[in-house]
């Protein structure tokens, strides 16, 4: 083999050693410090104005028990503002937390800086948003890995939220009720 070839192995093997490492920087980068988080489209209905985000303290402002409903409601209702009061875990780490639901959209992941916290090792750091859209309440995925789950469906886009039916973040089910 001749020297020109090995030094040209050589050199491709550092390009690619390089190649790896930046790979491995951005990777860890976007695990600590988050991914960019999109806005949604501001709806027709609502006054024209930025999104805010949810309070960094809003983790645990309110705990009280989850107590079981009397009867199941009849027929799925959309979540619209006037019906929905607070966001209930019903199953995870988190098991009976319940949260009021103002009108500022929350954010949900592991993240210090996100409304709900959820610590858990399926669960990103920007994992998914409910944010209020006029006058729904929409769940919105933020390229989480796992994914999202409402009602047993994979969240692509953002969908409009069911009252009680069960949204799925990593291995905590959580639901908005009246």
């Known amino acids: 083999m001749s020297e020109l070839t090995l030094l040209l ?7 690619l050693l390089w190649f790896f490492v930046f790979a491995v920087v951005y990777s860890l980068r976007a695990d600590l410090f988050g991914v960019k988080v999109r806005k949604m489209p501001e ?12 309070p960094a303290n809003a983790e645990t402002s309110i705990v009280t028990p989850v107590t079981p409903r009397a009867s ?5 209702q959309k979540a619209t503002v006037n019906t929905v009061a607070r966001i209930v875990i019903t199953s995870g780490p988190k098991a009976g937390l319940e949260l009021p639901l103002g ?11 996100s409304g709900l916290v959820i610590r858990d090792d399926y669960t990103s750091s920007h994992h998914a948003r409910l944010v209020l859209w006029g006058e729904q309440w929409m769940l919105q995925d933020l390229d989480s890995t796992n994914g999202t789950w409402h009602d047993g469906q994979r969240v692509a886009s953002p ?5 009680g039916a069960p949204i799925k973040v990593g291995a905590t089910t959580f639901e908005l009720r009246k």
């Open 72 to 76: 199941a409601p009849s027929g799925p």
């Open 43 to 54: 709806p027709a209905t609502a006054a024209p104005g930025p999104i805010a985000t949810a």
């Open 159 to 163: 969908v409009p939220i069911v009252v």
């Open 103 to 113: 009108d500022e959209p929350l954010t949900i992941g592991r993240s210090s800086e």
């Open 9 to 15: 192995l050589q050199v491709g093997f550092l390009i």
